[in-house]
């Protein structure tokens, strides 16, 4: 490169990334993309490293070695030099190099250090190489450490690209290796930058980082969920034992914390979690263990007496995660044996109640306090031995101040002192509930107590308010905060009765379960009366809403229905105080719950969609479903179901909801599936579909916006009826009802409408609902069309969808616009054609078009959408191979008989969804391919008498020769190379292909075996010498079981190292 060209690429980089230009900062990128895209510019990079000190340049550079190392194979003589020149580099101008580049480099270090681990063990040397860096200069250390974290993350996370059989490969090469040496760097670097006064805190802070990092490594390839903050049991290497059991190990991690601020500080707690998380069977002895976890308490308990960082927030949340993995890692008898165990529980007594206290402060590390607590009042029962737990004197007052707490953050809310209610962060007031009941069972007596002296003044309050007029002065932010408390403590009952299931108490405490579940229904039977039933569109009133939700839902899945204990005490207590002595009274008020919110919460559809939630569960039991069929208020609701009884079907955003109302109805109406009442049941929607019908001939009416709406209603009611019909009893109601009197007013709507998506998607979910012969519904006698019948009206619904919307092609975002409606369409017509109720041969025997357009129409919307977008949206291509699944399979002469480029589009596009990472579309598309090669190798040799579809697939497998031998080169590479764990069914079409093009498959292992290295390639060919043994020329079950059998052993041979 000449000096002036380098002066232009300094240039054009500065561009690249500083310019605040768009066009300028696209026009760099474009002409400087060689240098990430081409192998060939690797050498232009180092050139630019070795003669530029403008940093951008350097930087270009070095981001571009990274992308060339990651998304290229290279050699690995060229990985090693890389590596070799950034180390140089590295140490050469440690000094100099801008903080960025520097950060480019050392990614480019790691990531080519990973890639060649196993090219040769020169990698493997890169611990001695980095301990040169630590005894050079201040810049040096700090490079060094900052090499050995990255180098640490770099080999714990999957690189892209990689399969995570390769990563893991290398992941525990390098545990054993090299990440036991590095752990002990970052404890004597950590010691002696701690104890120098003067050392610079970003060294600090990457000694510390490096020790996280050690002791936070994916030992045994578990943590496969990042989502959650638990680290679990840390499954340290035996060899780490004398490091971990060492107490000046423990001692730094404290020394640390105690002597710096975050994110240092929580960093060295975090580290301390980690030990605290050390798998039992590290140590040598128990008795070792047990001097471990008196060291853990021992400094826990010194934090908590000093009170030492805990105003910092960071430190504050991350203690209370160590605190949480004390008693996940250890047991209760361990714990109360320790010396001082009695300070120890004391304190954190105090401090769980002081943090619940400062709720608005520590509201997401409540959650681990409570953990901590649920989970020693769980050990309980199994404590042995004379040591006291002491919890009988905290635990009433951790869960006192939890109630409390929580009944002040409520007054906090509505005096504007809080911008977040906890109430509406449902993630985390599921955790704090879930470990609730545990605390409030283990002296339920007293807590009830508590609970209900609180409860009862409250609810004679709401009674009072509810015979009120109107509300003045402070009375309506009194009434609010009422709502708010009453809310929590519905959430608090309903928890505690949900604890019921995992707890084995005694019959006292249903009686308790009693007392405070009469409350809540008598809070219930009051709450939608007097001055309370104005109050719907009041958000706090919506809160209290869904807080009874949650209680009846909790309270169903212990006292009512298939769990419910039928002699429990819960309803000798509701029999005295409210009346209701059996599951029955309980289901009626339910119910009539349920009618009084889909009435009044129209407007509020988290309201409407948790209250048909909740009546969809009542309706799924046998034993509850067949209760409610007893209230006189189902009878009315199945009698009743039009807008003007319950207006939320009305607004558009409940749309979606009424698919789950008239699915639960249905279940019910199904239930006694009397043909009456079907009938009578459908009445309101056969009065829908002649008023609809009446217009349908005048296109301008058919197009109004009331007839949009009442169509997009109408499918979705109708797609809950056909989700609820599971016998061929129940099928055959709605199918004479809807064929052939309304079957017209679907098509005209597809036709019509076909514009506009929120129509046409409702309408062919309905459809795609209606043919699908889930629990063999669609049986119909041998003597019956309807099969034959329903298959027209779906060609139709197909055709004139499909005409129409290639038609209009994509208008604004694809996927709203068109590609959903076509992935709906396409399963509408794949579920038709695999549903066994269809002789599909009867349409070419009468010369019925049906099934030809439809195919037709069906190929040309699979051809509309790109490749690249089927593969990017999942829904589209799960519809697009379950297609082409079931056109291989039953239909191979539509696939033989296309043009040859849609043939070869259809079948490179099997390949592509091969290497899919989804394995049920790569399953798919085995099965596809496999009926393909199958059909044609049980059709040679191509005689005159041969079908027209083996002719017409010959040929183009003539003019297209390297069509099947690419696809089995790419299973045989998924194979070797990839993880696959759908491997039976890759292995299917293999053999079809194997015995198809036996010419091109010697070739083929050739062509694997040239990408490998030489001793690699031995490997193979030995491997694929044993391939075939015993396996004949035949495409039988028994045969392809041996095959696939031997697959096995090839691949396990191959990659066993």
């Given at each position: ?30 002409t ?7 192998t ?156 120098d ?17 050690c ?38 991690f ?20 980690r ?67 009695g ?11 002081k ?39 905290y635990?009433?007052?951790i ?24 109430l509406?962060?449902d ?47 402070d ?84 006292y ?73 208020s ?58 609809l ?9 058919f ?6 709406s ?38 005209r ?8 998506p ?26 019956s ?159 005159q ?113």
């Open positions: 490169m000449e000096p002036q060209h380098l002066s232009q690429l300094e240039a054009l980089s500065e561009r690249l990334y500083n310019s605040q230009e768009p066009n300028e900062r696209a026009h760099a990128e474009q400087l993309r060689c240098f990430w895209t081409s060939e510019y690797i050498t232009q990079c180092q050139f630019i490293l070795d003669n530029s000190k403008h940093p951008y340049a350097q930087l270009l550079a070095s981001s571009s070695l990274v992308r060339q190392v990651t998304e290229n194979s290279l050699s690995p003589q060229l990985r090693l030099d890389i590596r070799n020149y950034v180390l140089t580099f590295l140490f050469n101008n440690a000094e100099s190099v801008q903080p960025y580049v520097s950060t480019a480099l050392v990614q480019l270090l790691c990531r080519v250090t990973k890639l060649g681990w196993f090219d040769t063990d020169a990698h493997h040397e890169i611990v001695k190489d980095l301990t040169k860096f630590l005894e050079a200069s201040s810049a040096h250390y700090f490079c060094g450490l900052k090499v050995f974290n990255q180098l640490c993350m770099e080999m714990n996370q999957p690189t892209p690209g990689r399969s995570l059989t390769q990563h893991r490969k290398t992941a525990v090469s390098f545990r054993d290796n090299s990440l036991f040496h590095i752990f002990p760097i970052a404890l004597q670097s950590l010691a002696q930058l701690q104890k006064q003067n050392a610079d805190p970003r060294h600090l802070e990457q000694a510390i980082l490096l020790s996280l990092k002791l936070s490594f994916d030992f045994v390839g578990t943590s496969l969920d990042e989502s959650t903050e638990d680290p679990g049991n840390i499954q340290v290497p035996s060899s780490w034992r004398p490091l971990i059991e060492d107490p000046a190990t423990m001692q730094l404290l020394d640390v914390y105690a002597t710096t601020k975050p994110p240092l500080s929580s960093m060295a707690l975090e580290c301390l979690t030990l605290a998380s050390v798998r039992r069977s590290l140590f040598t002895t128990e008795a070792e263990r047990n001097k471990f976890l008196a060291r853990l308490m021992a400094g826990t308990r010194e934090i908590l007496r000093t009170q030492q960082g805990l105003s910092e927030h960071a430190n504050y949340h991350e203690y209370c995660k160590l605190l949480g993995r004390l008693k996940t890692n250890y047991q209760l008898s361990e714990l109360v044996n320790v010396e001082n165990y300070e120890w529980i004391q304190l954190v007594a105090e401090f769980t109640i943090s619940l206290q400062s709720w608005q402060w520590a509201s997401g590390s409540v959650y681990y306090l409570l953990g901590l607590w649920s989970r020693l009042v769980s050990s309980m029962p199994y404590l042995k031995g004379d040591s006291p737990s002491l919890l009988e004197g635990v009433p007052k869960t006192e101040a939890y109630i409390t707490s929580r009944l002040d953050s409520v007054q906090a809310i509505v005096t504007g002192n809080l911008p977040d209610d906890p509406d962060n993630e985390q007031l599921q955790d704090q509930l879930d470990s609730l009941p545990y605390l409030c069972r283990f002296q339920y007596e007293s807590t009830s107590k508590y609970i209900l002296s609180l409860l009862d003044p409250m609810l004679a309050t709401y009674v009072e308010i509810g015979r009120l007029q109107t509300l003045s002065g009375e309506p932010a009194r009434l609010q905060i009422l709502e708010g408390q009453l809310t929590w403590l519905v959430y608090i009952v309903g928890a505690l009765i949900r604890g019921r299931i995992s707890s084995a108490s005694a019959e006292s405490q249903e009686v308790i379960d009693g007392e405070l579940a009469s409350r809540i229904f008598q809070l219930i039977q009051v709450m939608d009366t007097g001055f309370h039933a104005t109050r719907y569109p009041e958000h706090s009133r919506q809160l209290l809403d869904t807080a009874t939700l949650a209680f009846f839902q909790n309270f169903r899945k212990v009512v229905g298939e769990q419910a204990m039928h002699s429990s005490k819960v309803y000798t207590r509701l029999s005295e105080r409210m009346g209701l002595s059996d599951h029955l009274m309980v289901l009626n008020i339910t119910v009539s719950k349920i009618a009084t919110n889909l009435k009044c919460f129209a407007a509020c559809d988290e309201v409407v969609e948790m209250t048909l939630n909740l009546f969809q569960d009542l309706a799924s039991g046998y034993m509850s479903g067949k209760l409610l069929l007893k209230l006189e189902i009878n009315f609701i199945l009698g009743h179901h039009t807008h003007e009884h319950f207006p939320f079907l009305d607004p558009p955003v409940n749309t979606r909801n009424r698919t789950i109302f008239y699915a639960t109805l249905g279940r019910l109406l199904f239930m006694e599936d009397t043909p009456s009442k079907f009938n009578a049941f459908m009445a309101p929607l056969t009065a829908v579909c002649n008023n019908a009446s217009v349908a001939g005048d296109v301008n009416a197009r109004s916006p009331q007839v949009k009442t169509l997009i209603g109408l499918a979705r009611d109708l797609r809950g009826i056909a989700l609820a019909t599971n016998s061929r009893r129940t099928y055959g109601l709605l199918f004479d009802w809807l064929y052939p009197a309304h079957m017209p007013l679907l098509l709507a597809v036709e019509v409408w076909a514009d506009t929120s129509v046409t998607t409702p309408v062919l979910k309905f459809m795609a609902e209606f043919v699908l012969n889930k629990t063999q519904r669609l049986t119909f006698d041998s003597s069309p309807n099969g034959i019948l329903l298959f027209r009206e779906v060609s139709k619904l197909i055709v004139a969808y499909g005409s129409r919307v290639l038609q209009l092609g994509s208008v604004g975002e694809p996927y709203a616009s068109s590609y959903k409606g076509i992935w709906v369409a396409l399963t509408v017509l794949t579920r038709a054609l695999s549903g066994n109720y269809v002789n599909f041969g009867v349409f070419e025997l009468y010369g019925d078009r049906a099934l030809a357009d439809a195919l037709e129409v069906a190929l040309k919307m699979s051809l509309f959408i790109p490749q690249s977008d089927i593969m990017s949206f999942r829904k589209v291509a799960k519809a697009y191979f379950s297609l082409l699944e079931v056109l291989c399979n039953n239909h191979t002469t539509v696939i033989c008989a296309c043009d040859p480029p849609t043939f070869q589009h259809l079948v490179r596009s099997l390949e592509t969804g091969l290497k899919s990472l989804d394995v049920s579309l790569s399953s798919q598309c085995a099965a596809a391919l496999d009926n393909l090669a199958a059909y044609a190798y049980n059709h040679q040799p191509i005689t008498a041969s079908p027209n579809a083996a002719h017409a697939l010959q040929k183009h497998l003539t003019e297209q020769p390297s069509l099947f031998a690419d696809i089995l080169k790419t299973l045989f590479e998924i194979i070797l190379f990839e993880d696959c764990s759908n491997q039976w069914s890759l292995s299917r079409p293999m053999l079809s292909l194997i015995l198809l093009i036996e010419a091109e498959y010697t070739s083929i292992q050739t062509q694997i075996a040239a990408s490998l290295p030489p001793e690699q390639q031995q490997r193979l060919a030995a491997c694929f010498q044993k391939l075939m043994t015993d396996v004949t020329r035949s495409l039988e079950a028994k045969n392809r079981d041996k095959f696939t059998q031997n697959l096995t052993i090839f691949r396990h041979d191959f990659r066993a190292k």
